[in-house]
């Protein structure tokens, strides 16, 4: 006999298998039905901002191809579909409202609603309205309000049709990102907009969920975070606090005042030499972010591994490459930091389901012969998903899984230069074709679980 026992992990009854996507990186129909611009549609068009200057003016043309799309997530068996809504259809310029700006939603819902897929839906995936950047976009508190009534509409047109909302994705990426880094829409240096504006859409976040509740809505709402575990280079004491900054930079600043209602303490004085007085946090606000939500959604890719570097920044570490294989995003593939997160989570933070709202790779993949052969990618999932299964197997309440993403689309700064779907999309035909990963995935969906593989990366050892 082998020495490795091969064994079957098998996931729970009831298990939600996924993939995910957002509006500007699939729709396309940049110009349809009086849709206004966003701030991706102004960035994408600004030379240098975007590999190659591509935009997400046609995309995957999803717009006008979902029946196929949906078509294509019911031969994979997914019993949960996670798109997100493109505001600057509903409030395309200041003062402008357009009902039918949600039109395109029904008809996708109905179509989700013939094959039995569950609808979960991201209000805010990035696309914020051009005119509300002009006024400031999430480094003004205003643009909560008009959140709101962005919500409101979409809970109005919608609410009763969707089990499972997710008030925004990734306001670490919308706000650091954004405002800070500078590497997205809509591309600012500017540390204290970046701190006002995670704020604010933290701020956006609880007021919706109290919004929701309030207009008698009984599904479940949440909030989707990136997270990123910080792991200490060595165990010297100056670089394990490297880790501890920069745990609260990626993590903490996002999950501390939703769970615990409170912005991480021992930041604060570090943060206000940098930014100035944090004056823009008013009473009570951190009482609406601690909104009790029914659920948090996870984004998953990788860690950092990092340690001191004295440099008058406000985080002060350096990042380090480890030997590990890393994807077509240059990052690494560590699966046990998806382990390790979803204990950490439970032991520190929460009991709530959890779901991963996103998790996955990018590869350069190639069409030969009709196929797309993406091993890596499959790999990929096939570890995190072991990850996953471990935590539930020792009484974790994880309660989801999507894929990012159900095909190639526009990935951000990078344009169309990395794939990260299931289905390859040739975007001069607007062919899809399922890669490989597609087929091994339809496969886990049928057997609910996965075989364990060989080498089981997913421990935590
Ligand atoms: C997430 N980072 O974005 C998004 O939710 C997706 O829209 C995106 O396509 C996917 O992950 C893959 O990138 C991120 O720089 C973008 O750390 C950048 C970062 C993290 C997440």
Known sequence: MSAIEQRYREFPNGFIWGTA???YQIEGAAKAEGRGPSIWDTFSKTPGKVLFGHTGDVACDHFHRYQDDVRLMSELGINSYRFSLAWPRVFPEKGKFLEHGFDFYKRLLEELHKYNIQPATTIYHWDLPQWLEDEGGWSNRETVKHYLEFAEAAFKAL???IPLWITH?????????????????????????????????MLSHGETVKLYRQMGLTGDIGITLNLTPAYS????????????????????WFLDPIFKGAYPSEFIDRLEKHIGPLDFVHEGDLKTISEPIDFLGINFYSRSVVKNHSDGSLLEVGHVKTEN???????????????????????????????????????????????????????????????AHQFIEEGGNLKGYYVWSLMD???????????????????????????DS?????????DNGVQEQAQNRASTK
């Open 21 to 23: 996507t957002a509006s």
């Open 159 to 161: 609410g009763d049709q």
């Open 169 to 201: 994705n990734e306001p670490w990426c919308a706000s650091m990102l954004s405002y800070g880094i500078g590497e997205h829409a809509p591309g600012l240096k500017d540390w204290r907009r970046a701190y006002r504006a995670a704020h604010h859409l």
């Open 233 to 252: 280079a060595t165990d010297n004491l100056s670089d394990v606090e490297a880790a501890a900054r920069q745990d609260i930079f990626s993590n903490r």
């Open 325 to 387: 294989k890393v994807t077509d995003m240059g990052w690494e593939v560590y699966p046990p930091a998806l382990y390790d997160l979803l204990k950490r989570l439970q032991s520190e933070y929460t009991s709530l389901p959890l779901y991963i709202t996103e998790n996955g790779a990018a590869s350069p993949d190639v069409v030969r012969e009709g196929q797309v052969h993406d091993d890596d990618r499959i790999d990929y999932v096939h570890a995190h998903l072991q990850a």
């Open 409 to 435: 689309n526009f990935e951000w700064a990078f344009g169309y230069t990395k794939r990260f779907g299931i289905v390859y999309v040739d975007y001069d035909t607007q062919a899809r074709i399922p890669k």
């Open 438 to 446: 597609f087929h091994w995935y339809q496969k886990v969906i049928t």
